[in-house]
């Protein structure tokens, strides 16, 4: 089981594909008690369970490590804001008023904001392979946010929620381009700096929202859900997401990314009761066809730090 466990670690591509699979349940749960959460103080609740977890987990390392989270505040603070409490407060404030469909086509293009931020960034090109591998990912999320009928695609409606939706895309895109400043450091350790003070900055926020509307309810139900969410979509999902990024670069493995509303359909499926269409195949085959285009050296050798 060990020798398992060491396995998926050096993976990058399977660590990004764990990191998307609890990133679509996370969508799937949102969307099902959007009506009983307060976004702000619901990403709170995530962010500072989630910091306790890792605080429990890894106690030990994370003071052995703490000159070096000392060292590096305002990255932390950075990464904190864009990757963890910012990006998600997004997406579930865009969810209030925008539909699933909206929501999923525009986390779609987050391998395309990597892209774009590390050519601003770091002034990297992106390769000829890697743009036409997201084109050809791009039209199979397309496939199935749309059903398979191309004049869904062009009749969206633009609201609110989306615009807020790709502030949060954009934020993703360089919370990934900018792991690469990280100081050496246990993941553990990013992990806990991250989350608290992703925790820190969201907590003014909640409390505005508390006095603006009241209290969010306490329910079995949200509290579950807080439950979860912090354990499977922030504390494993981010810990794949960010050994995966170490391991593959932040252009080819923000990819996998795609993989994310596939999953968020697949399991609308499984657990709402959705149907499952020739469309739903055809996306993920074009969705599959685009991750081996970007990643053929991934597959003929073991990855290298990107």
Known sequence: MRGLGRAIWQSGPLLMVLACLTWGTNSVLVRGISDQIHPIVFVFGRMLVATLIVWLCCARQIRADWPALKSCPWLLLILGITGNGGFNLLIYVGLQTTTALNSLLMQSVIPVFILLCALVLFRERPALRQVAAILVSLVGVAVIVARGDPGTLLHLRIVSGDAWIML???????????????????????LFGSFAMAAAATLPAAIWETVQIGWMPVTPVVGVAVLYVAIFPAFLGYLCYNRGIELMGSARGGHFLHLSPVFGSLLAVLVLGESFHLYHVVGVMLIAAGLLLANRRIVRRPATAG
Not at 179 to 189: G, I
């Open 168 to 190: 949060a895309m954009v934020l993703y895109g360089f919370y990934s381009v900018l792991l690469r400043r990280l100081p050496r450091m246990h993941p553990m350790s990013f």
